[in-house]
DNA sequence: TAATAAGCGGAGCGGTGCTCCGTATGTCAA
DNA sequence: TTGACATACGGAGCACCGCTCCGCTTATTA
């Protein structure tokens, strides 16, 4: 995650909190899409102020979610210290999907992330992939998940499964059981419960 | 689906089909959020033309895709009849991904339908997830596939699949297998191959 | 306290979805 | 063939969006 430069003014110190804890709350409303004049306005902040502390709207959503991120990474190699691979797996993706229905839609900025290397989110969102790939690669090597997944398709899957839980109070209610068939489903043949 | 309505005036007729032509090649390329004032223009027609006879751009969907979903759910039938329960249904919701591919983000549009029944293409949609529910159902009672699921879930999981695959080139050439992986995930442990 | 770097804010551009209504034209009866 | 009229057309206009640019204000520091 990119570093929190201090500004050398304190107005604009305040500002950029005031806009993170607005975004906060707006995101959580609207979901990853709502509009930035609109948290701009609710900031009670002009609108190119906004976008002078954030360039754009993933440089928001970094500065947001970065060190949750961040914390994923490294709470990755504590549950491969701490757990038996397939247990390890399991918690971590319950973990970030839970991080990726913060706000609605936040997938889709997060699966676009991978093709763009340009955008903020790309550095602290693939730090984060790998340690999840790296879940995923003990798993296989235990024997507990079929060999014929990878790490970007994980990704994808449990991103698939966050996002289309945003689109429908009716599936919403059911996030955890998908997560579980899903994730049942990539468990090896011979480890199947 | 809406019946198709003939116009009146030949000229009402004409613009009606070249604006279905139109949309249905922009979707494909643009993906099921495309500009309507941009399919209107390369339909050479005014956008209030465009609005009467498509007040809603799901109504224009409909347009494009009513009767492919009818198909769908008459082919249901057919697997139901032809097929062991287990190949109709993973057969029909191959044919069913295949087709909710065919405009990016029409996935969202058709998670959208379930909880608004005013829309065009509730109707057709929801016809055909019925279609699939009873395929699910089959499946379930010949012990091929988990209970613990039910036609929402399912509709979900697919759906989420096909949108997923329209987030990242490197996803998509890969949707065949994250299909193959979500449905061999469904199967009944005891079935399992 | 005055100079100045730093930051502010919103007008403005080109886009969107969608509505509304004055105008044009296809159709059909005379 | 020629009107008269229902039908359909088209785009101006409204409110919103993301984003840029730049004249003005203000916090800081000497």
Redesign the pocket.
Known sequence: MATPPR??????Q???DRLLEVARTVFEEQGA??????IARRA??????L???F???DALLDSLLGRHFDALAAQAADLAAAHPPREALTTWLRAFAAQAAAYQDLSAALMDTINDETSPLHASCSAMRGAGARLLRDAQDAGDVRPDVDGLELFALVNAVAWITGHSPAVAARRDHLLDLVLDGLAAPSSRR
Chains 1, 2 share one sequence.
Do not use: C, I, K
């Open positions: 500004a050398r003014r304190s107005d604009a305040r500002n950029r899409q709502a509009s930035l004049r609109d009670e902040v002009g609108l190119g102020t976008y002078r502390h360039p754009t709207r």
